[in-house]
């Protein structure tokens, strides 16, 4: 009897606290659809004009699924529009490889490649690049994964080595973050 009182406590707890909070409410204030963000008003280390990145993609994501790394450039575009900074005020790239090749390819060679109808990446990408995004996919991990760089999306660029992009990048003034 005992265990049962225990039980139905936690049980109304839950009840409880599930009520109280339904969860943050995103907005898309630059990208739409993707990287969502909440106003955090009390925190400190706001975004600045004038950043350039470079992000190094690596994360794998299921077929039919949104690679979380394109997710994370478009937060980035929105926590700056959300500062009130136009696409122009950062300078972003990044570049796919490993895992996150797959993301860089057209629909016809993703679908060949992981059975999905079609490359659920693509739109962001199109969308990251119209914000000024460079968009990078690396040659060697195309080689290593028996890809054709034919086989790549028209709104992605063939480098020759992702580490090629992030060493010319990091010359050039921008910041690495890495992706996985």
């Known amino acids: 009897m005992r265990g049962w009182s225990w039980m139905i406590a936690g049980m109304s707890s839950m009840v409880a606290l599930g009520a109280v909070t339904d969860g943050p409410t995103f907005r898309f204030p630059q990208v739409a659809r993707y990287g969502g963000i909440v106003r955090v008003p009390e925190a400190v280390e706001s975004p600045r004009r004038g950043i350039k990145i470079v992000f190094d993609i690596t994360a794998d994501s299921k077929p039919d699924e949104l690679n979380k790394g394109l997710e994370s450039v ?16 950062v300078k972003l790239a990044f570049v796919l490889h490993g895992a996150a090749t797959k993301a860089a390819l057209n629909n016809a060679a993703y679908a060949k490649l992981t059975a999905a109808n079609s490359n ?25 994964n028996k890809l054709n760089p034919a086989e790549v999306a028209d709104e992605v660029t063939v480098a020759v080595s992702a580490m090629t992009v992030n060493a010319n990048k990091q010359q050039d003034g921008y910041s ?4 996985h």
């Open 74 to 89: 478009a937060r980035y575009l929105n926590l700056h529009a959300e500062a009130g900074f136009q696409p122009a005020d």
């Open 120 to 144: 659920p990446n693509l739109e962001l990408i199109r969308d990251l690049k119209a914000c000024g995004v460079e968009v990078f996919v690396c040659g060697q991990s195309l080689a290593r």
């Open 176 to 179: 690495y973050l890495s992706v």
